[in-house]
């Protein structure tokens, strides 16, 4: 049974930092290129990171060199991370993890909240 969990968000300064980890549960997880999105209060959901199995990385161009994707890949559940670095007002959003090539079937975890707010 597919199961995703994202934790590790939280307030934080401009300019802080901040860790995601998200446990996706199921065995075909660690096959598959895995993202983060992001979703902002009345804006639609965007992806911001992407990885593949190999650990090849891609980046919207608002979150380059200042957020770091990573996974560690399990028979029965894969860890997907997502380092945040020089946080900005604008990051702000709820956080998800999911496949990068989402399908009808693909379901959704609860995410976490980031807010980047003095």
């Known amino acids: 049974q597919v199961h995703i969990v994202e934790s590790g968000g939280g307030l934080v300064q401009p300019g802080g930092s901040l860790r995601l980890s998200c446990a996706a549960s199921g065995s075909l997880f660690r096959f598959y290129v895995m993202g983060w999105y992001r979703q902002a209060p009345g804006k639609q959901r965007e992806l911001v990171a992407t990885?593949?199995?190999?650990?090849?990385?891609?980046?919207v161009e608002s979150v380059k060199g200042r957020f770091s994707i990573s996974r560690n890949n399990g028979d029965i559940t894969t860890m997907v991370y997502l380092q945040m670095t020089g946080l900005k007002p604008e990051d702000t959003a709820d956080y998800f993890c999911?496949?990068?090539?989402?399908?009808?079937?693909?379901?959704w975890g609860q995410g976490t909240q980031v807010t980047v707010s003095s």
């Open positions: 990885i593949t199995p190999g650990d090849s990385t891609d980046y």
């Open positions: 999911n496949r990068a090539n989402l399908t009808p079937e693909s379901s």
